[in-house]
């Protein structure tokens, strides 16, 4: 295997910019959501996970995917959204197992008030600085990554439910068709499941 080509002195510069901005923006939006909402970005976000799926539930290993956290900080946040009443856990009837975290209303209602906030800051810290076509390549590139990171932090017997897959590519808000390595990728990974 060959050693990665370095990267030249404009690619250091994306990059140091990139870690910049991700720096500022999640400090300004985690200062703004605390101050008004008494909600750290985290929860801002599982909240957010949890209101966009069937029956606002995820099981815990597939909200881990969607979370920048490590599985025990995820675990001390669900603990923490549930002491608040926020989020409650419940056992899958089928399988002892699986565990889900379920939205309550006081959690919506949180993330309702929340979104104006969360918006405001998306908006004036990143998307309205990137030119629109700029900001259409970030998400195709940042989906094809995430696509491929969630694939490879699952075992994909044990922790995928059958329509894993599909959620996936409809999160990621990229139809398979308009974004061909997120097809293949699930494809890669239905034929994974199938194999073993």
Known sequence: MTAPRPLDAQEMAAFHAFIRAHARVVRILEAELEAEHGLSLPAYEVLAHLSEAPDRRRRMTELAAFAVLTPSGLTRLVDKLVRDGLVERQRCVG??????????????????????????????????????????????????????????????????PGDFFDSLLAALDEPAAANPALARAAKRARKTVRQR
């Open 95 to 160: 399988d002892a197992r699986v565990v889900y975290a379920a939205l309550t209303d006081a959690g919506f209602d949180r993330l309702v008030g929340a979104y104006p906030t969360h918006l405001r800051g998306v908006r004036a810290y990143l998307v309205d600085r990137l030119a629109q076509e700029s900001a259409g390549d970030f998400a195709r590139t940042a989906a094809e990554r995430r696509a491929d990171e969630v694939l490879q932090t699952h075992d994909l017997v044990t922790d995928v």
